[in-house]
T-cell receptor, first 113, second 113 residues
Framework: SQTIHQWPATLVQPVGSPLSLECTVE??????LYWYRQAAGRGLQLLFY??????ISSEVPQNLSASRPQDRQFILSSKKLLLSDSGFYLC????????????FGAGSRLTVL | TQLLEQSPQFLSIQEGENLTVYCNSS?????LQWYRQEPGEGPVLLVT?????EVKKLKRLTFQFGDARKDSSLHITAAQPGDTGLYLC?????????????FGQGTTLQVKP
């Protein structure tokens, strides 16, 4: 069966520090991968998506970047965090055969102080 | 730009009551999905509706897709405290085949025992 792992679960970082959130998927190959951000108790905003290794599409201008160094690995990064980067970040994968169904990771809570 | 409007945003009811959550758009979607999310976790898919007028039942939950495929509703019968959570509707962005989902802003449901 397919599983998705996301870490760290919780992160507290000072303003100006770098960020790396990692997401890996097991049990499938060539998935679509997504990074979403969620404000408290609200809907999800798509940040990045990837349809293949090295292929990244950004949905909104921001202080973050994403990379896909391997087929089932998706990384969200920042060189210098801003206070406004605080939030709940969710990684998800989609099956190309069922491209409209997403499976989400457990999320990473980022607090920038 | 495709948007999904959910209503109500917050709902607090007593155990045993019925409720309906709405998801509306001016755009046509090829499919709509409903997710449920608990605090500190990722959303979990409840159902996907793909045919205009389609009705799907999941125990006490009834999902309906509008005839014009622009709206959907979620009806819960005899709500229980375990139904508490954030309910999100999502539609596939029809401008691409990357499986990008557009999410509503969510409905927070609290069921009091």
């Amino acid at each position: 069966s397919q599983t998705i792992h996301q870490w760290p679960a919780t992160l507290v970082q000072p303003v100006g520090s770098p960020l790396s959130l990692e997401c890996t998927v097991e049990g499938t190959s060539n998935p679509n991968l997504y990074w979403y951000r969620q404000a408290a108790g609200r809907g999800l905003q798509l940040l990045f998506y990837s349809v293949g290794i090295g292929q990244i599409s950004s949905e909104v201008p921001q202080n973050l970047s994403a990379s896909r160094p391997q087929d089932r690995q998706f990384i969200l990064s920042s060189k210098k965090l801003l206070l406004s980067d605080s939030g709940f970040y969710l990684c998800a994968w989609g099956d190309r055969a069922r491209a409209n169904v997403l499976t989400f990771g457990a999320g990473s809570r980022l607090t920038v102080l | 730009t495709q948007l999904l409007e959910q209503s109500p945003q917050f709902l607090s009811i007593q155990e045993g009551e019925n409720l309906t959550v709405y998801c509306n758009s001016s755009s046509v979607f090829s499919s709509l999905q409903w997710y449920r999310q608990e605090p500190g976790e990722g959303p979990v898919l409840l159902v996907t509706v793909v045919t205009g007028g389609e009705v799907k039942k999941l125990k006490r939950l009834t999902f309906q897709f509008g005839d014009a495929r622009k709206d959907s509703s979620l009806h819960i019968t005899a709500a229980q405290p375990g139904d508490t959570g954030l309910y999100l509707c999502a539609g596939e962005d029809g401008s691409s085949n990357t499986g990008k989902l557009i999410f509503g802003q969510g409905t927070t449901l609290q069921v009091k025992p």
